[in-house]
């Protein structure tokens, strides 16, 4: 993806005591209080501007808190303002704000990796991941993946370090690669580095498979996603590679007992035979039926010793699935976000959307709108201007929606009823 050289100064801010961050702190700076998304005009009176001036200053003085304190003594409270940094990159833009004070957010996160144990360390992972979302692909993205992309790896190598850093590290390592990685054989290294975790899980040769325990089935399925995350970047030719050394190991990820790795691998098939047809049109695998007999039984899985959570989380994805395989259909989703709509029609950018949502979560509506990394990613052009008044005249009412609301629940109840009447008590042939 393009990347901007342009670099800036560093700087910092000096070290203050504040009050620890909130939700409802995170939500005062909202689409309103956007540069890119209001218009100062609109402010009727002055002191509308020194209010909101006197918020912001607020805002920045506890987030310059919460940088200070990544340094404290106490663990507790270095977690803490890893969570408020976390709440605030999620919920906002902080772009000028972070690029004066990046190199000190990155030594933090550096000591915390380095230094800290279980949840501070996976705290500064997901930490790094929005750093790197909030400074876009650029030059200043980079310096703070250098600096962090050896520690990563040297966490995901070591087989004594925590287990749960060890999986906040497989998918922090993805995110950041795809954002700030700056060579593409730099990409591919990182995921031969997934490629040696997610493949322990892989049948034998012999038909045997080694049993792993609930969490380090987790790390596998986190490295398989990055690794699937990296491969919506990869070239042509690198496709190529990983089709014919992957596919034929795949499918055997579909009989693990763990719901979330079969789903994982479903996904990640999926997406293989997408970017296969994209390569070549006529693209077949030679194992196709025996393939698809094994996503349709998942698909319409009902064996007794699957707990009935696990068939209801799998059924609509391997149908997806399946049709993806089979048919090389896509089920289409759309997102709303203010004025503007977003069509996942791929499983591209389904994965890239997941990503993302994994780490900014109820925040992605917003940098949809306002984060011009992410819209470049997605290709949704520059942020638009809205101003307040066009924001309130889009907003739905209360009793619209109620209305909305109430016609939905009749559509839904007349659709159950109808499939209810259709069912044919069992009893009846006992």
């Known amino acids: 993806m393009p990347r901007s050289k342009k670099r800036s100064n560093k700087g910092g801010g000096q070290p203050r005591r504040v009050q620890p961050f909130s939700d409802e702190d995170a939500s005062i700076e909202t689409l309103s209080h956007c540069s890119s998304f209001s218009d100062s005009a609109s402010v009727a009176e002055e002191g509308g501007d020194v209010c909101e001036e006197a918020t912001q200053e607020d805002f920045e003085y506890k987030l310059k808190g919460f940088i200070d304190s990544t340094m404290d003594k106490s663990t507790k409270a270095r977690q803490s303002a890893l969570?408020?940094?976390?709440?605030?990159?999620?919920?906002?833009?902080?772009y000028e704000f972070i690029l004066e004070r990046r190199m000190t957010?990155?030594?933090?996160?550096?000591?915390?990796?380095?230094?800290?144990?279980?949840?501070?360390?996976?705290?500064?992972?997901?930490?790094?991941?929005l750093l790197c979302i909030q400074l876009g692909a650029g030059i200043e993205s980079e310096d703070v993946f250098k600096t962090l992309k050896p520690i990563f790896k040297n966490i995901l190598a070591d087989g004594t370090a925590n287990i749960q850093t060890r999986q906040a590290c497989a998918t922090s390592l993805g995110v950041c690669s795809l954002v700030a990685a700056d060579d593409i054989l730099d990409v591919y290294a990182t995921m031969e580095c997934f490629e040696s975790l997610f493949a322990k899980s892989y049948v034998k040769e012999d038909g045997t498979r080694s049993v792993y325990n609930a969490q380090t089935t987790v790390l596998h399925i986190n490295a398989l996603l990055s690794w699937?995350?990296?491969?919506?970047?990869?070239?042509?030719t690198e496709v190529k590679k990983i089709l014919k050394k992957h596919l034929p190991k795949l499918p055997s990820l579909l009989d693990c007992d763990d719901v979330n790795m079969r789903i994982a691998a479903g996904e990640t098939l999926a997406l293989?035979?997408?970017?296969?047809?994209?390569?070549?049109?006529?693209?077949?695998?030679?194992?196709?039926?025996?393939?698809?007999?094994?996503l349709r039984a998942l698909a319409t899985d009902g064996n007794k010793h699957r707990a009935k959570n696990d068939k209801r989380k799998q059924r609509p994805v391997f149908r997806d699935v399946l049709r993806a395989v089979e048919e090389g259909e896509f089920q289409t989703e759309m997102?709303?976000?203010?004025?503007?709509?977003?069509?996942?029609?791929s499983w591209v950018i389904k994965r890239t959307y997941d990503?993302?949502?994994?780490?900014?979560?109820?925040?992605m509506n917003y940098h949809l709108q306002a984060n011009e990394f992410i819209r470049n990613v997605f290709e949704l052009g520059p942020p638009m201007m809205v101003d307040a008044a066009t924001l309130k005249a889009m907003k739905v009412s209360?009793?619209?929606?109620?209305?909305?609301?109430?016609?939905?629940?009749?559509?839904?109840?007349?659709?159950?009823n109808k499939f209810r009447d259709k069912r044919v008590d069992i009893g009846e042939f006992i």
Do not use: P, W
């Open 83 to 94: 969570g408020g940094l976390k709440t605030a990159m999620a919920s906002k833009i902080l």
């Open 105 to 129: 957010i990155t030594d933090s996160i550096e000591r915390c990796l380095k230094k800290g144990k279980g949840d501070e360390q996976c705290a500064a992972a997901s930490l790094a991941c």
């Open 228 to 236: 699937t995350l990296l491969l919506t970047i990869c070239s042509n």
């Open 272 to 294: 293989l035979f997408e970017l296969a047809r994209d390569v070549d049109a006529e693209f077949e695998y030679e194992d196709l039926e025996s393939l698809c007999a094994k």
């Open 335 to 345: 997102i709303k976000f203010g004025a503007e709509r977003m069509y996942i029609d």
């Open 355 to 363: 990503a993302f949502t994994e780490f900014v979560g109820s925040g």
């Open 398 to 416: 209360r009793f619209e929606r109620h209305l909305y609301n109430a016609a939905a629940f009749k559509a839904r109840t007349k659709a159950r």
